[in-house]
């Protein structure tokens, strides 16, 4: 049976039992920052199984695609290595959401898996775990669906804490848990290994295919568990693993999801398709994981999501290379994907071209490093070395782009173990010079389990309201008393809270007109869902629990926040217009200032372009449409031609913002009722901030009109200063640039005769070692170009010879390396720069005949200059 027929078997398997069929999430957990990835079926469902967000369905199925690749779930360094570890991977799921409980869970899994309509599997061949005290599971399992007793296994608390086993399932310290009962399936005598809770319970011969998580109780801090009102259930079947079963496999890379991309991995690699070759595996799966990705709107970068995202390109390209491909290959693999996957994830096939060319890019980008630093990394290894310095780790990974699991990957496979504790000390004083502090917000972490707060702010800028909790820092107290910084949180508030990019309000909240207590909203934050804390200082008086008070935002900045969000709407489909329907929302952040918008685009937007968007967005404020807002399905706005926004969460009903016939999306944010309330739209800046991610600054309103106006100042100043008019300060500016060029051109030449008879001087300085010269000097004054051309001279002068020429300037070194070509086989000029360059505090690289760094300890380069010849010697 194949991996599709199994997939759509058991969604309609579920939604014959009442089930509403859910898509799939996206791979970037929506409003949950405490996941880097979606990693499970329930990830989708946390805030409903909270209690916090409310579905019209109590019974949902899903296929949910999932990343484990980075932060506490991290399989990568595994993939490629086992039967059934993957980055990507698709989680098979049906939920109850106070609804049906264990009977009905165990029952309806067993249905599916042994009922001769659904898998038809061997009955025999299942065993099943339970929690040791959950004696109704185990009664539904043996008494009702009749599995053996010698079957069955109960497992307790085996991993060191009451509670902490491989059969209860919590969602932290605190919150939700309960007992789970798993379903194992036995592939055989054939192969090694025990049943769960056995000695051999590690071997393959057993192996989890359905896992039942049954939410029956809340743990408090001191651990007691109370039952809840309403258990729920959650279940997880990985596609993979029962995909093997179904065809007859003992490995996950064995079913026709992987054959036919471990084939297409054979031939862009150019080897002979072997299914136990370990790095054709690694491509198979990272091309999933790769693709499904940038498909979610993550792009390859230096941090966060997208850091992942590289190290996983990365290492399938470096095992590509491993096998001898030299050359571009693991983007030409995203069609057979597509072609194989696009049926159930369309997005593959939306999007293949901007996948293939984010995947490209990424590999032109690496294959320039790649090179250069296997060979550093096989110098490092070279000698019959067991442990890889945990600093040289680093630099791999900061200098050449080596993530640490690659360096990890080649030593493993020459038995060397890497100095992770020496790499981490590394990494760890790298991060305390580059730490930013984030902004604090109070009401992160607030325990609240209280009635939820009704928004009114669409409507109303002032509202009556009841305190129905206050916060002193994250202690709930019943009074707030004047100079208290916290939190307030009211029954009904126009107050509009942090979402969508939108900042949250400011404003009062007045106890009896301010008399009695006046408390100063500096933001507004979401405590829950559906509940706002209105953070700020009490600068008069004290407020209570269960007061009445008035709650005012300050319209003034909701005003320009709003004429600053209906922007953004028509920036990004101005944007799509100028410059095509790939761009996509990547983040935003909308305040009463400005509005700052990212997207999707493989260059940047020139000035032509930028014009073309502003007078765009300036015509349809001008053409004053109304801003209309309907609330409907979200499959019915999708079909009204609404546009969903990137990192988005979406319930099942939904607010359509449409603005003439130019935008329409969904959106919760607070707007002006007309185009025209916009006023004046100003691009204030367009940048890019990582790999095919480019941002737009623009603001409206007085803002702009400010803007402009001191725009218009400072060119009448700089014509000023330029003694022009301002219509003729181009003219003047081109007239004095040509001199300063020509001034230029004239220094470059004194100093280039400089350089030469320095490079005279100096050659009669270097010291011989066998038929080789070394030579390593300061030259005061000596700017890059001068060490570049005082180097080229002395490699003329004398002929075999390894040189490094340095200078300082406020505070920092400049180092230029040169080897001549008969001894590049021995010495490096990257790793002789280098070796200076870490001793001064930088870093560099270049060819091995001539290389570049930096450095910002002057104070310490007489003394890694007075080493370079000892080094030299010892390559000679």
Not at 560 to 586: D, I, Y
Not at 820 to 833: F, H, I, M, P, W
Request: glycine letters at 10%; proline letters at 3%.
């Amino acid at each position: 049976m194949k991996s599709a027929e199994i997939r759509q078997k058991y969604l309609d398997f579920f939604a014959s039992k009442g089930h509403q069929i859910v898509a799939s999430s996206s791979l970037i957990p929506a409003n949950d920052p405490t996941l880097l990835f979606t990693n499970a079926g329930m990830n989708q469902f946390k805030d409903v199984f909270l209690g916090f967000d409310k579905r019209a369905y109590t019974r949902a199925t899903t296929s949910q695609k999932c990343v484990r690749a980075g932060g506490k779930h991290n399989d990568l360094e595994n993939v490629g290595y086992t039967a059934r570890h993957h980055t990507f991977f698709e989680m098979l799921g049906n939920f109850s959401f106070g609804d049906y409980f264990k009977e009905d869970a165990i029952k309806y899994a067993w249905e599916f898996l042994t009922s001769a309509q659904w898998l038809n599997l061997p009955k025999e061949k299942l065993w099943v775990t339970v929690y040791a005290s959950d004696d109704e599971a185990y009664d539904i399992w043996h008494k009702g669906v009749g599995i053996p007793a010698e079957r069955m296994i109960r497992i307790g608390d085996n991993k060191g804490a009451p509670y902490a086993s491989d059969n209860f399932w919590t969602m932290g310290d605190t919150g939700p848990c309960g007992p789970c009962t798993e379903i194992f399936y036995d592939h055989g005598e054939g192969i090694w290994g025990g049943p769960p809770g056995s000695p051999e319970e590690d071997g393959d011969r057993y192996i989890e295919i359905w896992n039942n998580v049954f939410m029956q109780f809340n743990r408090d801090e001191t651990g007691t568990l109370h039952p809840l009102p309403k258990p729920s259930v959650d279940t997880g079947m990985g596609l993979e693993r029962i995909s093997a079963v179904m065809q007859h496999v003992h490995a996950n890379y064995e079913i026709d999801l992987f054959v036919d991309l471990l084939q297409a991995a054979a031939k862009a690699t150019g080897v002979p398709y072997n299914q136990e070759t370990p790095s054709l595996k690694v491509i198979a799966d990272h091309i999933r994981a790769c693709s499904f990705l940038i498909a979610d709107g993550v792009l390859p970068s230096n941090d966060g999501r997208g850091y992942v995202l590289r190290r996983i390109i990365r290492r399938a390209i470096r095992h590509g290379y491993k096998l001898g491909q030299k050359g571009l290959f693991f983007y030409t693999l995203v069609a057979k994907l597509a072609e194989l996957m696009g049926d159930a994830y369309p997005e593959l096939r939306q999007r293949q071209s901007a996948i293939e060319d984010a995947l490209k890019q990424e590999e032109e980008l690496f294959s320039r490093t790649l090179e250069n630093g296997m060979a550093l990394l096989d110098g490092a290894l070279a000698g019959g070395k067991t442990v890889l310095e945990g600093a040289t780790a680093f630099m791999l990974a900061d200098t050449f782009g080596f993530p640490i699991d690659l360096t990890a990957d080649v030593c493993r496979e020459r038995n060397v173990t890497v100095d992770m504790e020496g790499f981490e000390k590394a990494l760890e004083a790298q991060r305390q010079q580059s730490k930013a502090a984030g902004q604090f917000k109070m009401t992160a972490g607030l325990a609240y389990d209280g009635e939820a707060s009704h928004f009114h702010g669409y409507d109303e800028t002032s509202r009556d309201a009841r305190i129905i909790a206050l916060y002193r820092g994250n202690e709930a107290v019943q009074q707030l008393n004047a100079g208290d910084d916290g939190v307030v949180v009211l029954d009904h508030t126009p107050f509009y809270a942090e979402s969508g990019g939108q900042a949250g309000d400011t404003g009062e909240i007045a106890a009896n007109s301010g008399l009695d207590g006046l408390f100063d909203v500096t933001d507004t934050q979401k405590v829950k869902a559906d509940v706002f804390g209105h953070q700020g200082k009490l600068v008069r008086g004290s407020l209570k629990v269960g007061d009445t008070v008035a709650a005012t935002i300050d319209l003034h900045k909701r005003n320009a926040t709003a004429r600053n969000h209906s922007a953004t709407h028509l920036l990004h489909a101005a944007l799509r217009e100028v410059l095509g329907k790939h761009v996509e929302q990547k983040g935003s952040l909308v305040n009463n200032e400005r509005t700052r918008f990212d997207f999707s685009h493989p260059k940047p937007v020139t000035a032509e372009e930028l014009a073309k968007i502003e007078s765009l967005v300036n015509h349809v404020v001008m053409q004053n449409y109304p801003v209309d807002v309907a609330n409907m399905s979200y499959d019915d706005a999708i079909k009204f031609g609404a546009m969903a926004l990137f990192g988005e969460k979406y319930g099942d009903e939904v607010r359509v913002l449409k603005m003439g016939d130019f935008s329409t999306e969904l959106c919760g944010g607070t707007h002006v009722h007309r185009t025209g309330d916009i006023g004046f739209f100003k691009v204030l800046a367009e940048g890019g901030v990582a790999a095919g991610i480019r941002r737009v600054e623009a603001t409206t309103g007085e803002n702009a009109v400010a803007f402009v106006q001191a725009q218009d100042r400072e060119l009448k100043q700089a014509a000023a200063l330029a003694q022009a008019q301002p219509g003729e300060l181009l003219a003047k500016l081109e007239k004095l640039q040509d001199n300063a060029k020509s001034l230029e051109k004239e220094l470059a030449k004194l100093k280039g005769q400089l350089a030469a008879s320095k490079g005279d001087e100096l050659a009669d300085s270097a010291t011989v070692i066998g038929n080789a010269k070394v030579l390593a000097v300061e030259l005061p004054g000596a700017d890059n170009t001068a060490l570049r051309e005082t180097l080229d001279k002395l490699k003329d002068k004398l002929g075999s010879a390894a040189i490094v020429l340095a200078s300082t300037a406020e505070g920092k070194v400049t180092l230029v390396a040169g080897v001549t070509a008969d001894l590049t086989s021995k010495v490096k000029a990257g790793e002789l720069v280098n070796f200076v360059a870490q001793q001064v505090g930088g870093k560099g690289g270049g060819r091995p005949d001539m290389a570049q760094a930096g450095g910002t300890q002057p104070e310490n380069l007489a003394g890694a200059l007075a080493g370079v010849i000892a080094w030299v010697a010892a390559k000679l």
